[in-house]
């Protein structure tokens, strides 16, 4: 009976503690305010001096160290957190940029894990995707930046509606930096050897999947893919959504099913790789691609980056995959050419932040023109594009010679990948789930369409 | 003062016996055992009443002691709180809560429980969860158990045998994975290439290992390959302790292979066994590395087909922040796995006695 009553009180008094260590920061705050103010009251107090000592008061403000602890991911194989972060310090003398490196693979978990509870010092964190930036508003871990942007006046129309998509009850909590599109690569000298004509800027999807049969062999030995889709989502699903007319966040997926046929139709005709084969091998898209034996590749622009860096390094073999070339995404039937899917990359302020207005400025340069600049500078496509940045980007070194691949990078239409809804990251799992299940072959095509529609709209309801 | 207050004690004390003297009697004629306990217990106390007045602490020798015992026990009961007891205690309040880690916590009562009613992802976790235990936990039973069998006999290169047999339990996880995707690729691996080949199975018709209905069982395969060396080794450990007397009784007496397993083997290895069961159930329902690293793919995602409740619980609470509901999946985990050791445990019981 003693000993439970003791080890109560034990545990009781352990919480307490634990309580107390929780309350701490909140009594400690309310001192130094005190001191603050009354620092101020004695300033007041004081005859007001010359301006002389105004003046320096103002420098002084200026110079105060700030340090900004910004959360990346792979810092080392990614060159231009290094370079914003070096161009903003140097504008900036008395800001530091202190990157904190959380790895790319589930960058968004480990950022929400850190920004969970009340413990966080991080002051800017960089958005890789949708949901996870859906999570972080719902936790309150970053802050609106609305009123920062009209006191600043940043025009949002240089982003070209992408941040209209991410919109959360008229509030705008990331400003995009780096904005990802997606094109279809193709390898010409497998359009030469066929005698095949190159694909164009302006394809419709039936013309797409007419080209990819047409420069596909199946041969034993000298396998030619006519094309490949790599085993995300994006790959198939969403090029339904490019018509404009339709979002994941619909809750009816009817509007999927022809290009679920035209994929599965080209695995079982041997046009594409299996996915239960890239599935269970794990094979990269950029390895497949620069193996030589695929002819057409949909994949985001972020790929032409790889391409440069590694043709010129070697690693990637030129006799194989050095002679390619870029296009517009195919379209729907009636769409404008230069329809075509996008992620951004953004950067938000999070709540904990102690100095707001030095975070925010960081992330205005970073979305600014200036930031564009650096991003451009390392064959990046920042979310501003001007035609200098696209000169920039065509005119890099390794960057395909022909028109058509120049053109391919105006863009008409940009729909995010994933767009801000409530639930996004529970209705992108259950689609994640179910493109598994069809493309496996567990469930048909209808089986797999009719679960998705009503697991979502369950969860909209 | 002085004088007074000692009378008073004194007086006090007096009154103290008397009870105690009472208390003693009484647990002389008590024949209920708790009631005994509960006097005994009494008279615990009014000796340290007694003793407190008599020495004039505040504190008596007896509670001294304890304390210093329980100082002791603090640092190792501390960290014990801090890191198992109350995480505990908060993952089961939070089955009945609303938390996305970061706002306030919100009561709901049984509402997440509801939800798993009609959840289809908890559902085909809880069904290929329950197929992946029934299908391992057997079969590494018997697999093992006949490995430890035949290694136990004297074999020409035994030991080599047993370290062949263990080796896949040391070998990491992620590389033997590996081996057997190769193993067992739908269009180039040699499983598939020998069915193609020797058993003259359609192309269409080949077996996808690693996805649809066949990603459980082959699940199970690995588990039961990966995992009976070491339970192999416990069986070894028990069959070492059978007697041999037994043995040439039994053969004495005329009794063949099978019957001396029958009567000698199997009994005497019981505890072995329920040992065995035991951790081999606790393991299956915890099962979560296997199915990610043989049907995740490149991405860790988990379909319909190959999800397990682990996962689930992963997914619900570090990817969707739904920690609450998670909490409601994990107990329905935990109560499954109680509910299994307790039948065991009584079933064990009842052998014995």
Redesign the interface.
């Known amino acids: 009976m003693k000993k439970k009553v003791i080890s109560l009180v034990l545990s009781a008094a352990m919480i307490a503690s634990l309580l107390a260590g929780c309350g701490g920061a909140a009594v400690e705050s309310a001192p130094a305010t005190d001191v603050q103010e009354v620092a101020e009251a004695v300033q007041e107090e004081a005859p007001a001096p010359e301006p002389e000592a105004a003046a320096e008061e103002v420098t002084e403000e200026a110079a105060e160290p700030v340090t900004l602890k910004w959360a990346i991911w792979d810092e080392s194989t990614t060159q231009y957190w290094g370079d914003i972060k070096a161009a903003y310090e140097a504008k900036n003398p008395n800001v530091t940029i202190e990157m904190v490196d959380l790895g790319s693979t589930d960058y968004m978990t480990v950022l929400a894990t850190e920004l969970s509870g009340s413990g966080s010092d991080f002051d800017v964190v960089t958005i890789k995707d949708v949901p996870g930036y859906a999570t972080l508003v719902q936790k309150n871990a970053i802050i609106p930046l609305d009123d920062y942007i009209s006191a600043d006046g940043v025009d949002l129309s240089k982003y070209a509606g992408a941040t209209d998509q991410v919109v959360v009850d008229g509030k705008l909590y990331e400003l995009p930096f780096r904005n990802d599109f997606w094109v279809l690569f193709y390898n010409k000298d497998i359009f030469d050897a066929a005698n095949v004509d190159y694909p164009t800027n302006d394809m419709t999807w039936a013309e797409y999947d007419e080209l990819a049969r047409k420069v596909t062999d199946t041969s034993f030995g000298s396998q030619i893919y006519g094309a490949h889709y790599h085993t995300w989502r994006s790959t198939v699903q969403l090029c339904s959504v490019l018509d404009g007319k339709h979002t994941i966040l619909d809750g009816e997926y009817d509007f999927m099913r022809p290009y679920y046929e035209m994929v599965l139709n080209q695995e079982a005709d041997g046009v594409c790789r299996k996915y239960t084969d890239l599935k269970t091998e794990g094979l990269h898209y950029s390895a497949a691609f620069s193996g030589g034996d695929v002819a057409m590749l949909n994949m985001g622009s972020w790929f032409i980056a790889t391409m440069l860096t590694n043709l010129a390094s070697g690693e990637y073999d030129p006799s194989l995959c050095g002679n390619w070339g870029i296009v517009k995404y195919p379209h729907a039937e009636g769409v404008e050419p230069g329809s075509t899917l996008g992620t951004i990359t953004g950067l938000s302020v999070t709540s904990a932040c102690d100095t707001p207005d030095a975070a925010w400025d960081f992330v205005k340069w970073v979305s600014g023109e200036e930031g564009a600049a650096v991003m451009a500078s390392s064959g990046n496509f920042p979310a501003i594009m001007t035609d200098e940045v696209k000169t920039a980007i065509t005119g890099l070194e390794g960057f395909p010679a022909d028109d058509a691949s120049k053109e391919a990078l105006n863009v008409a239409n940009l729909y995010l990948e994933v767009p801000y809804g409530e639930n996004v990251s529970e209705i992108n799992s259950i689609l994640d789930s179910y493109h598994g299940s069809i493309m496996t072959g567990e469930m048909s095509i209808d089986d797999g369409l009719a679960a998705m529609s009503q697991e979502v709209s369950a969860l909209l309801k | 003062m002085e004088k007074i207050k000692e009378t008073q004690g004194s007086g006090q004390i007096n009154i103290l016996q008397d009870a105690l003297k009472t208390t003693i009697e009484k647990v002389r004629d008590e024949k209920d055992e708790k009631t005994k306990r509960k006097l005994i217990?009494q008279i615990e106390r009014y000796n340290n009443r007694i003793d407190m007045l008599r020495s004039g602490r505040r504190i008596s020798r007896q509670t001294r002691k304890?304390l210093v015992a329980?100082s002791f026990i603090?640092p190792n009961?501390?960290g014990f709180?801090?890191f198992t007891?109350?995480p505990i205690v908060f993952a089961f309040a939070l089955a009945f809560m609303n938390w996305?880690?970061?706002?306030p916590v919100s009561f709901e009562g049984f509402n997440n429980f509801k939800r798993l009613a009609?959840d289809?992802?908890f559902k085909a976790a809880l069904k290929n969860t329950i197929i992946y235990c029934v299908g391992t936990v057997p079969l590494t039973m018997i697999a093992s158990l006949a490995l430890a069998i035949v290694l136990n006999q004297k074999v020409i290169g035994r030991g080599i045998f047993r370290t062949i047999a263990f080796f896949p339990y040391v070998a990491s996880l992620v590389a033997i994975t590996s081996v057997w995707?190769?193993l067992?690729?739908?269009?180039?691996g040699p499983v598939n290439n020998i069915l193609f080949t020797f058993f003259h199975i359609p192309q269409d018709a080949l077996p996808?290992?690693?996805?649809?209905?066949l990603c459980v069982i082959s699940m199970i395969l690995f588990s039961v390959w990966k995992y009976m060396g070491y339970y192999m080794v416990i069986y070894l450990a028990g069959l070492q302790g059978i007697s041999k007397e037994l043995y040439e009784a039994a053969s004495l007496d005329g009794a063949g292979t099978w019957n001396q397993f029958r009567y000698i083997t199997w009994p005497q290895l019981s505890a072995t066994t329920f040992f065995v069961v035991v951790m081999l159930t606790i393991n299956c329902f915890k099962v979560y590395d296997v199915a990610v690293m043989l049907a995740g793919?490149?991405?860790g995602?988990?379909?319909?087909?190959a999800?397990v409740l682990v996962y689930y619980i992963y997914?619900k609470a570090?990817?969707?922040?739904d920690l609450g509901y998670s909490s409601a999946v994990a107990m329905v985990l935990f109560l499954m796995v109680l509910i299994v050791t307790i039948i065991q445990f009584r079933g064990q019981a009842r052998k014995e006695a």
């Open positions: 217990r304890n329980y603090a009961f501390i709180c801090v007891l109350i996305d880690g970061s706002n009609s289809t992802f995707k190769m067992f690729h739908p269009s180039k996808q290992w690693f996805s649809g209905s793919g490149g991405s995602e988990l379909t319909v087909s999800t997914q570090f990817i969707d922040w």
